[in-house]
Structure formats: structure tokens, C-alpha cells
């Protein structure tokens, strides 16, 4: 939420609380509130970061992504980057099974921005040349009606979610919770909850997910720390253990 601002050494208390490998933040800017995140987490052993970030007095406020990890990283130049770049990272991950991740934060509708990223999603997974990976982030999207308690979301949304699924890049949550409705953000005027934060596992990565959850921190007190909830995606892969 806007760089982490007041808010930054409390988001760093519950990120640890939740002990995982990596963390995928969105929203993440150059600003001083957010490079307190970046060397916090550094701090405790999240050593291998990669942001797309802008310190630059121009760009600071300018919303992006950090990675950090306690598994090193590789950054993957791939050709058809999503634009805009500071809303997408896409990494190798060192783990016993070494997998892909796209961190992606699609842009809303009206920036004109968020097809186009959609289909370079898409066309990505299309041509999928590595083995296990997963997309994973902000969306902006989820399918009619079960994602949503006001309409929002339309063909666009639908195309890109069913798209991957066709594509066998499954949406994890409704892998393992099927119907089950989960809301990740909530409109500040109508209160009306949808579901814009997923994680997409292609076949190879699948089998070694256990869980793919949300989990708003403290219990009912959205808007505390974010104004979305986090994805957990937990796995059964761990450090490769010749880098341990």
C-alpha cells in the first residue's frame, strides 16, 4: 500500500511471523519507507533481493516490485517482457527443484495497460521453454461472480484466468480450495470484497505445492498493514543443499 510508509517496520514483523524463503512485494517504491523494508528483511536474512524500483526523485513515488529471499535468485531476461517492466520480475529460483517465478502486478483497466500485460502472460506461458514455474501476484483479475461481491470483472478477466488454465498453468488456490470464496482486497467506499491476487503453477511445480492460501495478518483487521491480502504458497522444495 503506497511503499509501506508508517507502516514499514510493522509489515517486516508480520512478513517474519510468517517465516517464509522468499517474499514478493508489490507496491515496493524508492522511497526511504520502503528501503527500511528492503535492509530490514536484508537484516534478517533475506540477503538475495532484485527490485525494479526507482530512487530518482522523478520516479520514487512510482509503484514496482521487490524480491527478497533467503534462496538466491537469478533475474531471466526473457523476450516479450510485460510492460510496464517495473511491474514484472522473473527470476530462477535455487531451490532442490530450481524453478521460475513471474512476480507480475497487472495495471487496472483503465491505464489501458492491463490487456496487453494479460497477453504477454499468456503468449509467455504459450511458449514456456524452462521447466517447473509459477505466476504469481497482483492481477487486477478474477473470474465473474465467484471472485467478486459486486461486478467487476468481465471477459478480459476471464479470458486471461481461463487462458492459463487452458494453457495447464492452474490457479492454485482453486487448485487445492475449489469453490471456496476468498477476497483479497476490499473497495474503500462499497466494502465489497474481491479476489485480485493469485498464483498460476504450470504442470512441472504443481505436485510440490501442499497449500496456496490468503492470510490478512491480524484476524480481521484489513487495511492494518495492506490493503490486500498475502498469497502464501507453500511448497515442499528447499534450499539446494550444496548452496545451504
Known amino acids: 500500500m503506497h511503499g509501506g510508509g ?6 517486516v514483523s508480520q512478513l517474519r ?12 517504491r524508492g522511497t526511504p519507507a520502503s528501503q527500511q523494508i528492503a535492509d530490514d528483511l536484508n537484516a534478517h536474512g533475506f540477503v538475495h ?18 524480491l527478497a529471499s533467503t534462496v538466491p535468485i537469478t533475474p531471466i531476461k526473457i523476450w516479450g517482457t510485460p510492460k510496464p517492466t517495473h511491474r514484472w520480475l522473473f527470476v530462477q529460483v535455487e531451490t532442490t527443484i530450481p524453478f521460475h517465478m513471474g512476480v507480475m502486478h ?3 483497466m483503465h491505464t489501458k495497460q ?26 487486477n483479475s478474477g473470474l465473474p461472480d465467484i471472485d467478486e461481491e459486486a461486478p467487476a470483472f468481465g471477459q478480459y478477466e476471464a479470458d486471461f484466468i481461463n487462458g492459463l488454465d487452458a494453457l495447464d498453468w492452474r490457479d492454485m488456490f482453486r487448485v487445492k480450495h475449489g469453490d471456496k470464496r476468498a477476497y483479497t482486497w476490499y473497495s474503500p467506499n462499497g466494502r465489497n470484497g ?20 490468503y492470510h490478512w495478518g491480524k484476524a480481521g483487521e484489513h487495511n492494518q498493514l495492506s490493503d490486500h491480502a498475502a498469497i502464501v504458497l507453500d511448497t515442499t522444495l528447499d534450499v539446494y543443499p550444496a548452496l545451504q
Open 6 to 11: 508508517k507502516r514499514a517496520s510493522a509489515i
Open 49 to 66: 533481493q532484485l527490485t525494479t524500483s526507482d530512487t530518482s526523485k522523478k520516479l520514487r513515488a512510482r509503484n514496482a516490485l521487490l
Open 17 to 28: 511471523q510468517w517465516q517464509p524463503d522468499l517474499i514478493a512485494l508489490s507496491e515496493f
Open 106 to 108: 497487472i495495471p487496472n
Open 114 to 139: 492491463k490487456v496487453p500485460y494479460q497477453q504477454r502472460i499468456l503468449s509467455l506461458a504459450k511458449r514456456w521453454k524452462y521447466e517447473a514455474g509459477v505466476f504469481i501476484g497482483d492481477t
Open 194 to 213: 474481491f479476489r485480485l491476487d493469485e498464483a498460476f503453477a504450470n504442470t512441472a511445480l504443481q505436485p510440490y505445492i501442499i497449500d496456496c492460501y
